[in-house]
């Protein structure tokens, strides 16, 4: 549980800290609020030789809100996401997952970007980002350019972003007023990942499912958007048997792991059942 | 009037027996004031690391050091060759077996300690430990107790393969450590063979482990001047580890100096000797500078001192009407890769004859056999060398099994098999002598106090309406009534390599009347700064906050066996009562030569001596004395010292009845519990706020462990549960609120009564939750499924009960 050595710079703008993960190709890694990476340095799972201390960026920590369009900077914590009135009235279902992440000392220093860039199928915030169809913008030495969330994820702590890349923020466009959203977590204790969990916006029209999205974590090796499984709801009242055409859907693209939490079936039965009862509170919520 | 009043004032100022009195350690804690082993820093202090083992089951085939040793920083690295010549490459266990201090040949469970490297600081310590090379030969892992004795097993114990007579008699298999059994074997299976109903359940306890927030080290620093050795360490008994170290090292004991400082809490994982004081203790000896070991969170969980590992065959025999008959248990134990329990040298199965439980059961037999496997060693945790926890939770699950059988309420068969109040002092089948009970009191004040009656009518109604579709959440009521056994113990039959398990206490009263204390225990959390000098202000009449308390350095305190198995209060709780008394009777003597009168016309009074009939003639403590120090009194020494060696007469037997309402979600199997009551009795009650505190953190541990704990190994023998990623620490978020409630049956032998309190809620909570989450599906017909009682298992228990729909 002692991290082996490495050097420590803590620059105070993107292109310094692009320049020093350019610099340092392969052996260096962005900390952030560093939740996930110290432990992970600790049990020697990660080396890096460099540490580059994103906190001083200031231009990384703003949460801008205009009209619908929303842009979280990298370095915001999911504190701050709890605290936006901004985001609660456009978009709740970020305080809402935000709450379920950890405990308060973690949500005060664990950041959106650290969030999303760590590439953990166990993190809580990348299924929502596929579910609102977020873009991740990334800076590099040639200059910056956007991925899409439901592009980025492609095994456990391997995205598309580069090596000599950081992710500076976070766009998408809120759900219009009067959706309902639910993020539903099963976990073992407040600290744990989830078991499985789901995410959900939907909007209705009258009685008809007007749109849906469905995104679910930690039961594969990446966050996973469940397309067919939001499709099953569209055009529906979310009737029982629109309900259940979607949790089938959904829990067909499950792949968990077997672990502590129990065996891979039985963690695909609870992804279906919290995509259930997240389309049932989404349900209720939406007007 | 205003005698009473006075009176009563004087019993308030001395915070004695009975008084919640705030605790004295809290002030230092709560700052951040404490000082623990890590704390020590020492001038040249040096820090070592461990290179462990990646498997279970191998052969060295070499070590090479040169890369760790080419590490700037680097000042040692020792093997098992080094320790050789020393004849400490093995060292004895508290169980009369042997263990490898350093990996000799072959490694036995996975991050076994194979290499100890000393250096500079800890990071370079820990960056040496991964470049140890070690060339490994795989061999097959024994993981599976049952399969320990096959034909076919893997050899485990090279080392001890053609010692076939063990330290506790015969051994059966190359795995097998010992057998033994208590009772009548052929009397229990004629009261099966006869009985008009009998049941049977395999109940295995867990592999658990006690995780405290302060993991195991030390700081050793030997004195090449004067040739002392000091050691600072996390010792639950800092007295045996004294003598035992002298044993191990030829290093006549009065130049060893053991010394605990806080304990940040230890559970018996504190208990053993562990392999890391052994290596800092050498590597001093060798460059005479001081050495810090101190273990981390994995080390912790996957290396020291584990709990439980139980497989527990129970059958009861009983009358249609519930009367039990009999009783028959076979324990299969597994041990891990060494015997390294901390029983009482008769007693390799601790008291798990104690499993007849709170019962009047005729006849009953045990027999327990342990075995090796390729798992850590330990079983010493959560007094799992005592193992009262697993008879107690063997017998509470077979008491609802047979309830379930004879379709007959778990409380009313309880209160049917009751040893009577009339009964006690109890000899039990298994030979124990119960000193106090009176348990029908204390389940009928459960009873009411949870309103049992509603509770059962509420359940009725929630299987009705899960039966109609209107839930898809099942109500279960767990009742746990427990017996324990604490204050180890009576020399006559108890001791620890060869040590009786007396405790002491040393009292010194200064001239301005405050005092000064010291004990051979050591509090880890259980605040006996606090408790005792309550005990010692009842009894001599100083406040109690004008006590001193020390424990845990053997140069100034007074020999004892330590702090475990809650014998504190039992034994040196007592031995300070007893030492108090002398004090008192000392003072009694100066009393009467200051006040002119024989002793025998002395009364005691809360704090002084007073004349009988004329209480305004009296001495007070206080000025007694001074008395004591500055009169010369014929017939008398001055000074007023008095110590007392108590050698407890029994065990002492609390008790407590344990009611646990869960709601099951049978679609996830996510449990909640959603009250708990506890009512305990343990004789006297000291200061019924620590008591309190002390049942909260029982508690907690025994949720912990019903509903989630699990240290278990893949067949490879890879540990699994070994970090707190997976280990469930439950935190107050997963805590329901505890009811805490109380009788008081005091202990007859004990100078005030007392009995002890600390394990009780976790030999009695675990029956309690797993009761509960089995009786939810016992009309469905479940009579047991193993612990833990997570999300997934309780779930897979709703898909075999045809209830996931
Ligand atoms: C006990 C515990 C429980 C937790 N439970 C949960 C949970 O239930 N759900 C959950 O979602 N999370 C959980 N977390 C993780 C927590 O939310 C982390 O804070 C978060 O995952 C990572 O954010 P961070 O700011 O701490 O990032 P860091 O740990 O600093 O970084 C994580 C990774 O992302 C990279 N990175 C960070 N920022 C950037 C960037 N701007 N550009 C490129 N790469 C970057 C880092 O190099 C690193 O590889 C838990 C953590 C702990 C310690």
Redesign the interface.
């Known amino acids: 549980m002692i991290p082996g050595s490495f050097d420590y710079h803590r620059p105070t703008s993107v292109d310094e800290a692009v320049g020093l993960l350019a610099g340092h190709a392969g052996n260096a890694l962005i900390l952030a609020g560093g939740h996930s990476l110290i432990p992970m340095m600790k049990l020697r799972m990660a080396m890096p030789e460099h540490l580059i201390d994103i906190q001083d960026i200031a231009s990384l920590s703003s949460i801008e809100v205009s009209g619908p369009q929303i842009e979280i900077g990298a370095n915001v914590t999911q504190a701050e996401l709890i605290a936006s009135e901004d985001l609660e009235q456009h978009c709740p279902i970020l305080r809402e997952t935000s709450l379920q992440i950890a405990d308060p000392q973690i949500r005060n220093v664990g950041t959106l970007g650290g969030n999303v860039a760590n590439g953990d199928p166990g993190n809580d915030m990348p299924a929502i980002m596929q579910l609102l169809d977020a873009t991740y913008v990334l800076s590099g030495p040639d200059g910056s350019r956007e991925v899409k969330a439901r592009d980025f994820y492609e095994a456990a702590y391997f995205t598309t972003r580069d090596e000599a890349e950081m992710l500076t923020s976070i766009r998408f466009t809120a759900p219009p007023a009067g959706h309902g959203s639910s993020y539903m977590k099963q976990k073992r204790k407040i600290g744990d990942y989830a078991t499985a969990a789901a995410g959900v916006v939907l909007t209705m029209s009258g009685d008809t499912c007007a749109s849906a999205s469905i995104g679910l974590t930690n039961v594969a090796d990446t966050p996973l958007w469940a397309e067919d499984a939001s499709n099953a709801l569209i055009g529906t009242t979310l009737d029982d048997a629109a309900v259940s055409a979607a949790v089938d859907a959904a829990k067909a693209i499950t792949d968990p792991a077997a672990d502590g939490r129990g065996p891979a079936e039985y963690r695909t039965h609870v992804a279906g059942i919290m995509v259930q009862r997240a389309i049932q509170a989404a349900h209720q919520r939406a007007n | 009037m205003n005698v009473h009043a006075d009176t009563k004032e004087r019993v308030e100022k001395l915070q004695g027996l009975g008084s919640s009195r705030k605790r004295v350690e809290d002030a230092r804690f709560t700052q951040g004031a404490g000082n623990y082993v890590d704390d020590i820093k020492l001038p040249g202090m040096l820090f070592g690391?461990f290179a462990r083992s990646p498997y279970g089951h191998a052969r060295i085939k070499s070590i090479n050091k040169d890369a760790a040793l080419a590490v700037p920083g680097v000042v040692a690295v020792l093997t098992a060759e080094d320790l050789k010549p020393l004849n400490l490459h093995y060292m004895p266990t508290l169980a009369g077996d042997v263990q490898a201090v350093l990996a000799d040949e072959k490694v036995l469970f996975q991050n076994q300690e194979v290499a100890f490297i000393v250096a500079e600081d800890?990071?370079i310590a820990?960056?040496a430990a991964?470049l140890v090379e070690v060339e490994y030969e795989e061999l097959p892992a024994l993981v599976d107790a049952f399969k320990a004795m096959d034909d076919d097993a893997p050899l485990l114990r090279e080392d001890i393969k053609d010692k076939m007579e063990g330290a506790h008699g015969p051994r059966k298999h190359h795995n097998h450590i010992f057998h033994w059994e208590e009772g009548d074997e052929a009397g229990a299976n004629q009261a099966l063979a006869d009985a008009e109903v009998t049941v049977e359940e395999m109940i295995t306890y867990q592999r658990v482990h006690p995780c405290p927030l302060e993991t195991c080290g030390c700081v050793a620093s030997m004195d090449k001047i004067n040739g002392k050795l000091t050691l600072w360490g996390t010792f639950q008994a800092p007295h045996a580890v004294r003598t035992v170290a002298s044993l191990i090292t030829n290093i006549p004991e009065h130049n060893i100096r053991v010394v605990s400082p806080d304990i940040g809490g230890g559970f018996g994982n504190k208990v053993g000797v562990y392999a890391g004081y052994i290596c800092a203790a050498v590597a001093s000896i060798v460059t005479g500078v001081p050495i810090k070991w101190v273990e981390?969170?994995?080390e912790n969980l996957s290396t020291t001192a584990f709990a439980r590992d139980y497989h527990m065959t129970g059958k009861l025999a009983a009358t249609r009407d519930g009367r039990i008959t009999g009783l028959h248990c076979h324990v299969l134990a597994d041990h891990g890769a060494f015997d390294a329990c901390a029983d009482p040298t008769k007693f390799p199965a601790g008291f798990f004859h104690i499993c007849t439980g709170s019962y009047d059961i005729p006849v009953a037999y045990c027999g327990v056999d342990g075995v090796y496997t390729n798992k850590a060693p330990g079983g010493v945790a959560y007094r799992c060398s005592f193992r009262v926890t697993e008879a107690a939770y063997m017998i509470e699950r077979m008491i609802d099994v047979l309830a379930r059988k004879l379709d007959m309420d778990p409380a009313e068969l309880r209160m049917k098999n009751f040893i009577r109040k009339e009964q006690f002092p109890y000899t039990s089948a298994l030979g124990w002598e119960y000193d106090s009970g009176d348990y029908h009191t204390a389940m009928d004040k459960a009873l009411e106090s949870v309103d049992y009656k509603a509770l059962r009518a509420e359940q009725q109604e929630n299987r009705a309406a899960f039966e109609r579709g209107d839930t898809r959440k099942l109500m279960g009521i767990g009742v746990a009534f427990f017996t324990e056994i604490v204050g180890a113990g009576p020399v006559k039959n108890c001791d620890i390599l060869g040590l009786g398990m007396f405790d002491s206490c040393e009292i010194r009263i200064h001239p301005t009347g405050s005092a000064i204390a010291r004990l051979g225990t050591i509090s880890q959390g259980q605040g006996h700064a606090t408790t005792f000098a309550q005990i010692l202000a009842t009894e001599i009449g100083i406040p109690a906050e004008d006590i001193t308390l020390e424990e845990g350095d053997t140069d100034t305190a007074p020999y004892g066996l330590g702090t475990y198995g809650s014998r504190s209060t039992p034994v040196a709780g007592a031995a300070t009562a007893m030492a108090g008394r002398k004090i008192r009777a000392k003072a009694q003597m100066i009393a009467a030569y200051l006040l002119e009168v024989h002793e025998g016309d002395l009364e005691w009074d809360v704090d002084r001596f007073q004349v009988k009939g004329n209480p305004d003639a009296h001495k007070t403590m206080k000025e007694i004395a001074f008395a004591s120090y500055n009169q010369a009194i014929p017939g008398l020494e001055p000074g007023l010292e008095a110590v007392s060696y108590y050698d407890p007469p029994n065990m002492t037997y609390p008790f407590g009845a344990y009611i646990c309402v869960v709601d099951i979600d049978v679609?996830?199997?996510?449990t909640d519990v959603r009250s708990f009551y506890a009512l305990d009795d343990c004789g006297t009650r000291i200061n019924p706020m620590i008591i309190e505190g002390q049942v909260h953190g029982g508690l907690t541990e025994a949720l912990a462990i019903a509903m989630?704990q699990?240290i278990s190994y893949d067949e490879i023998g890879n540990i699994?549960?070994g970090s707190l990623?997976?280990f469930?620490?439950?935190?107050a978020?997963?805590t329901p609120l505890w009811q805490t409630d109380h009788t008081t049956t005091p202990s007859p032998h004990h100078p005030i009564g007392a009995k002890g309190v600390g394990e009780s809620p976790n030999v009695g909570g675990v029956p309690a939750f797993s009761n509960a989450v089995h009786d939810a599906f016992a009309h469905k017909g479940l009579t047991h499924t193993q612990m833990p009682h997570?999300?997934?298992r309780v779930?897979?228990t709703a898909r075999k009960l045809g209830l996931t729909g």
């Open positions: 690391d800890r990071y820990a960056d991964d981390d969170r994995i679609d996830t199997g996510v989630g699990d699994r549960g990623l997976d469930f620490l439950p935190t978020v997963e997570d999300h997934w779930w897979e």
